[in-house]
């Protein structure tokens, strides 16, 4: 089987910030029974090498919502911005009022204090750095602006405060751009066409494996689509309602054990 998880909620505990032994015992245990396991997150390449030490002993990654594909150390597809296309999106952000992390491979950029629209978003970019850092230190301190030389970005994750907002943006500007809805005026945003869904198909094809070979493990609004694609759909004990409601199982929660209960429900292990 080709088998996928998300990291945040799936393999990293969001209270614990640490994936549970349990959990990469039963990967390394599916991968010696010949299953091909493969991280499926919406982070960027920049944002998962913050713990890449903490989830180790997988075959790839799928990154940035299905913007960045890797697969044994070799990239195989990144999808990123234009310069172009970057000032027109930022002024987009800026006129509807919607803060914005820029998400890239060797890089985030934020927007500077004084253009960030919502005081939680600028609660969240302090939270940020500190999961990220370890520190309450200035955000650009870490991060690139929009000020600078904005590129290599592949997605970005937002808040507008409500959805009106964010319709508003993407009627006049989201012509080219894909939508996920983390609830709580968060959102996530990439370029058309891509997911954690066309993240799996590109990979079984470029693979040569059977969509009906394919599992996603997953919690949370961002990973229906990987959920909703593949021939097996998981959600961790503690995923939203949402996601439980589309999957064909439902195993533990992240801290009781959940990937290993998961992975023997399927089969790929004892």
């Avoid at 629209?117 to 870490?142: I, R, V």
Wanted: a negative charge; hydrophobic letters at 40%.
């Amino acid at each position: 089987m080709l088998i996928f998880f998300d990291i945040d909620g799936t393999l990293i505990d969001e209270t614990t910030h640490e994936v549970p032994k349990s959990a990469l015992e039963a990967v390394k245990e599916a991968r010696e029974a010949g299953h091909i396991c493969i991280i499926n997150t919406g982070r960027s390449k920049k944002l998962v090498e913050a713990d890449a030490h903490k989830i180790q002993g997988f075959d790839g990654m799928l990154m940035g919502c299905g913007t960045m594909v890797v697969y044994h150390g070799e990239t195989l597809l990144h999808k990123t911005y234009t310069a172009e296309e970057t000032r027109y999106l930022i002024e987009g952000l800026r006129k509807h009022k919607i803060d914005a992390c820029l998400e890239g491979e060797t890089n985030n950029y934020f927007d500077l204090p004084e253009y960030m629209a919502h005081d939680s978003w600028k609660e969240f970019s302090t939270y940020f750095t500190h999961l990220h850092y370890g520190d309450f230190s200035d955000l650009l301190e870490h991060y690139g602006s929009y000020e600078g030389k904005v590129y290599d970005w592949d997605k970005m994750f937002c808040y507008a405060g409500s959805t009106e907002a964010m319709n508003a943006f993407m009627e006049e500007y989201g012509q080219d751009l894909e939508l996920v809805d983390r609830k709580k005026g968060f959102f996530e945003i990439m370029p058309k066409g891509y997911s954690k869904a066309s993240g799996i198909v590109f990979l079984a094809e470029k693979l040569g494996i059977p969509m009906e070979e394919t599992v996603a493990i997953g919690d949370s609004s961002n990973d229906i689509p990987m959920i909703e694609c593949a021939h097996i759909g998981i959600a961790m004990g503690n995923s939203t309602p949402d996601v439980k409601a589309i999957a064909d199982h439902v195993c533990a929660d992240i801290d009781k054990d959940g990937i290993a209960d998961a992975l023997r429900w399927l089969g790929a292990i004892k």
